[in-house]
């Protein structure tokens, strides 16, 4: 029986160079498949936006949105060390709008720790603040969805020398802050490596190549699962590991072909039946009632309970 994964079990893992994993989850069921995988950490991400809600960008998440998947994931997750995103609009206007964004994931949503995008003096502040309040932060820098505005879309970063040293200032600054791991998403392998390098604390790459010390996937994404970024642009980086999205197909097309000819509910499924000795009196009581097409209904429901026979 496995343990709860702890800060001091990730740090261990990291000492180690065993690869971190991470994968997101919203819900109930997704939270116990990631679970029961023996997945590291679960990450409830604000791109449960674009994944299960339908929207092109994760900029329309709220706090209330958040908190409802954090606390599905808290009841659906017993081991899987459990962090949040802070959605956009929930952190970065003052450090104590941060602070009680992160305090409520925590409360509230039960997450173990919180994520928040970015690198500039306002992030560095919100981080320093969250983590002196004795919240654990991961940050995350490259390509930050909820800055897309000011990116021109989900573009990769870090491509220039200057853009990669920014990266690396960036996250000298997160760890110093009191990050204890910060997501790489969408960077060169090079500059995820260089950064993993620089740092004390375990990098989490998405999209930023092999040498980070663990790795995050989007659910929907590895599963092979429909969502509207796969119907435009899915991530070049992100690799299906199965094609969930066939097989729910493929069920729900049986269903409704079953339902449809009548083959389901058969016998096997239809499992109720009216007490010993009450049949006869509900039939009378239709017949009694006038309600004779209803009676001949029921009489003959009866015979098909016997019998099998239509
Ligand atoms: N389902 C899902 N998976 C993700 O990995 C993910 C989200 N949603 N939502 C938030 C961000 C957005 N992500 C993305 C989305 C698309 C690309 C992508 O395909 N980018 C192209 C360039 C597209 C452009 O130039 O506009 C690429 O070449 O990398 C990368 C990251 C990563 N994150
Ligand atoms: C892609 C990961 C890192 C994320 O932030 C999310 O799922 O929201
Ligand atoms: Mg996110």
New binding site residues.
């Given amino acids: 029986m496995a343990q709860k994964v702890t800060m001091r079990y990730l740090q261990l893992k990291f000492a180690r160079k065993e690869p971190i994993t991470m994968v997101t989850a919203y819900d109930y069921p997704s939270a116990v498949h990631v679970d029961q995988a023996g997945i590291d950490m679960c990450l409830v991400g604000d791109?449960a936006g674009?994944?299960v809600h339908g929207y092109n960008t994760?900029l329309p998440v709220t706090m209330t949105e958040m908190l409802s998947h954090c606390k599905a994931v808290k009841r659906g997750a017993s081991k899987c060390f459990l962090v949040g995103d802070l959605p956009f609009g929930s952190y970065e206007q003052a450090p104590h709008q941060a602070v009680e964004s992160a305090v409520s994931l925590v409360k509230e949503g039960g997450m173990d720790a919180i994520k928040l995008e970015g690198g500039n003096a306002s992030r560095i502040t919100a981080v320093k603040a969250i983590h002196d309040a004795g919240i654990a932060v991961i940050g995350h820098i490259g390509?930050t969805?909820q800055s897309i505005g000011i990116l021109g879309?989900?573009?990769?970063q870090g491509l220039t020398s200057e853009g990669a040293m920014k990266l690396l200032e960036q996250a000298l600054l997160l760890e110093a802050a009191g990050c204890f791991a910060i997501v790489l998403?969408?960077v060169p392998s090079a500059v995820g490596a260089a950064i993993t390098s620089s740092l004390q604390i375990p990098t989490i790459g998405?999209?930023a190549g092999p040498f980070c010390s663990g790795q995050v996937?989007?659910y929907?994404?590895l599963l092979g699962m429909m969502?509207p970024?796969?119907t435009k642009?899915?991530?070049?980086?992100?690799k299906q590991f199965a094609k969930v999205g066939d097989v729910i197909q493929e069920g729900l097309a049986k269903y409704r072909a079953e339902v449809s000819s009548g083959a389901f509910p058969c016998h096997a499924y239809t499992p109720y039946r009216i007490n010993p000795g009450q049949t006869d009196l509900f039939l009378k009581g239709l017949e009694s009632k006038g309600s004779l097409d209803a009676a001949q209904a029921a009489a003959s429901a009866r015979g098909w309970e016997e019998t099998g026979e239509r």
Avoid: Y
């Fill in positions: 791109s674009m994944v994760t390509l969805p879309g989900f573009r990769p998403e969408c998405i999209g996937l989007v929907h994404d969502h970024q796969h642009v899915a991530p070049k980086f992100c």
